[in-house]
């Protein structure tokens, strides 16, 4: 019987650029063997530790490994775990149910890295990645800072604003806010958020149509309620998605936010 967050297989894949390294990993979560990607760069080194909380479900939203390459080429370590169920990985995904496990144990499979700088593990979050980050935060007290880019903060909420996920939601949390309300609370994270340490910074585009802007201000404000450390970058004429040149220009301004983190 493998150990969470115990390596079982490694295989290289191909890096979309030659300053950094790419890995998927097979590891245990939860009794199941589940996958995602590692990114180091190349240059010899200690790192910062970056887990990346990719969106969506199943296939969709998957995080692309030029997006991973795109953060270990700003100097860290990277991890991405794909949660159960997806790419070969067993179980299925929960949206942020028991797969919690896989992202909660993908910090221990990156402190295996040996280009990993000791002490510090950053969590980066998109989209449905922001309730796996902000639970990850809540359940871990070794995480230097958390960053939530146009992320879920209510499933309720996400429920009740996103008609196309309605059919889906109910199939894989068990039925609807009305019929399984224990279902949807034990996913939201705002109301534990009094037990997140990590400094918070929170990115949203005030036109974002899949997840509404509504959620960052929820997040912000229960923050606040808790007089926790955290930041916003609000953007108010973006959508979901920002321009790519904008966008490669946040990343390079988040990962330095990350670092002055303490």
């Known amino acids: 019987m493998y150990t969470d967050s115990q390596i079982i297989s490694k295989r290289p894949y191909p890096s979309p650029t030659p300053l950094v390294e790419l890995t998927e990993i097979t590891y245990s979560s939860g009794r199941l063997k589940v996958k995602g990607m590692l990114a180091e760069p190349k240059e010899a080194g200690s790192y910062e530790g970056l887990v990346y909380m990719r969106g969506g479900i199943q296939h969709i939203g998957m995080a692309r490994p030029a997006r991973i390459a795109q953060f270990a080429s700003q100097g860290f370590v990277v991890f991405a775990p794909y949660y159960r169920g997806n790419r070969g990985g067993e179980g299925r995904d929960e949206f942020a149910g028991a797969d919690l496990q896989d992202a909660v144990?993908?910090?221990d499979v990156l402190k295996q890295s040996p280009k990993w700088k000791d002490g510090r593990v950053h969590l980066f979050s998109f989209s449905?990645?922001?309730i796996m980050a902000l639970w990850t935060a809540i359940l871990r007290d070794d995480i230097a800072s958390t960053v939530h880019w146009a992320g879920v903060s209510d499933v309720v909420f996400t429920y009740k604003e996103r008609e196309d996920m309605r059919r889906m939601m109910k199939r894989v949390i068990g039925g609807s806010p009305n019929n399984a309300p224990d279902?949807?609370?034990e996913r939201t994270a705002l109301f534990r958020i009094e037990e997140i340490?990590?400094?918070v910074l929170i990115i949203?585009?005030?036109?974002?149509e899949n997840v509404s802007f509504e959620q960052a201000i929820l997040l912000e404000d229960a923050l606040r309620e808790h007089k926790k450390t955290y930041e916003t970058w609000y953007f108010q004429d973006y959508t979901h998605h920002f321009p790519s040149w904008h966008n490669a220009q946040i990343v390079r301004d988040l990962t330095k936010w990350m670092r002055a983190q303490t």
């Open 204 to 208: 949203h585009g005030m036109k974002d």
């Open 128 to 130: 449905r990645g922001g």
């Open 183 to 185: 279902a949807y609370r």
């Open 105 to 107: 144990n993908a910090v």
């Open 197 to 199: 340490a990590a400094p």
